[in-house]
């Protein structure tokens, strides 16, 4: 297809398109004539992609050329799928990871795994966000909402039973990568929003 | 104390302090002289509510800015908390919300909350990005992510039961809302930082 047809069908604007195709997110198409290239179904799908990463995931950029990266060269990343979901939760970060009250919140995140036995490199990029959260919370003096940490551990835990089975169906390892990533982004995004209507749901019937 | 005192405990850079308070999101000092003033316990607070809600919860300056305001008038939010909830979640709304697909989406969201009874508002923004995660996942071929849909619904609505509840614990309306806004955000990053965890944990037991 063109890529005035490529941008109908994606939605997504001209100058947009242009854009990933110089920063080299979306490969180039296969040139047709002096201006001119074809595109097929695959750069429709990346383009969509691109997208969701970035407007539902809300991924930089740069975070999306990461993911793709992972998604186009699965080798890169060691046996399994962990150093996909890894790369796809990049976050700037954060300013003091020095303090001795965020050491003692990376302890408290690493113990929460340990206590489950959960297989995990102790460098994930989750156990400083963890952190990150815990002392925040701290901070601001909200200690006791800390209380919910293993309830949320377990409930995560259970969660992810069926969410890996469910990527792990996939026929090939391209579309498992896919799943894990698109999963792992969205599925949040998904997650979240049904928490905050549960939310809301439960504090209307105390009020 | 003194605007030095705020950022040596606050850990906030001098320019970004006067920053928050030139924009308002941090209530000016008391005069003590031609260019001092001074700052309290509640500076550092509010300063630090600041931090969390753009570092860890990844809201925009503007988002803050509403955020702050409910927190400072509750009564402008109507007679529960609700309001307070929605406003944390302000996110800049997609593009195209007008096609068929994303209108199906959103009828897929609706009727989650609908089959369970839940008490919220039709239209609380929780629905359109529910909306916007679901039409995406449809759009990449990952339909099968969402038969995952009615768990994520009800272990929402497990966990929503006793974090309302300690919400509520709180000994005025104050620190009431100051926790439904920290516990919202900063509880979506610690469960999200959690579920990485666990996905990561599962999959290494497939590997």
Redesign the interface.
């Known amino acids: 297809m063109r890529i005035s047809e490529l941008v109908e069908r994606s ?1 997504v604007p001209l100058p947009t398109v242009k854009y990933y195709l110089r920063e080299g997110l979306l490969p180039p198409g296969t040139p047709t004539g002096r201006n001119q290239a074809a595109y097929d179904e695959g750069h429709l ?1 990346r383009l ?2 691109i ?2 990463l970035i ?2 995931g ?1 991924l930089p950029v740069s975070g999306v050329r990461d993911v793709l990266r992972a998604v186009d060269d699965p080798g890169q990343m060691g ?4 150093g996909i ?2 790369c796809t ?1 990049a976050r700037p970060v ?3 990871r020095t ?1 001795p009250s965020w050491q003692a919140a990376r302890v408290t ?1 690493a113990a ?2 340990a206590e ?1 036995g ?4 102790p460098e ?1 990029p ?2 400083d ?2 952190a ?3 002392e ?2 701290r ?4 200690d ?2 800390l ?3 293993p ?3 377990d ?12 990527v ?2 996939r026929p090939d390892r391209a579309g498992m990568v ?2 894990v990533v ?3 982004v ?22």
């Open positions: 939605g799908q969509r992609m997208r969701a407007e539902i809300g046996h399994d799928l962990r979901a890894h939760v954060r300013g003091d303090s995140a929460l795994a489950r959960w297989h995990v490199h994930a989750a156990f966000q963890l990150d959260a815990i925040a919370l901070g601001l003096g909200q006791d909402l209380t919910l940490l309830l949320y551990a409930t995560a835990d259970e969660l992810a039973k069926p969410e890996v089975a469910m792990t169906r896919e799943a698109t999963g792992t969205l599925g949040e995004a998904v997650f979240n929003a049904l928490r905050r209507l549960a939310q809301e749901h439960q504090s209307s019937l105390l009020a």
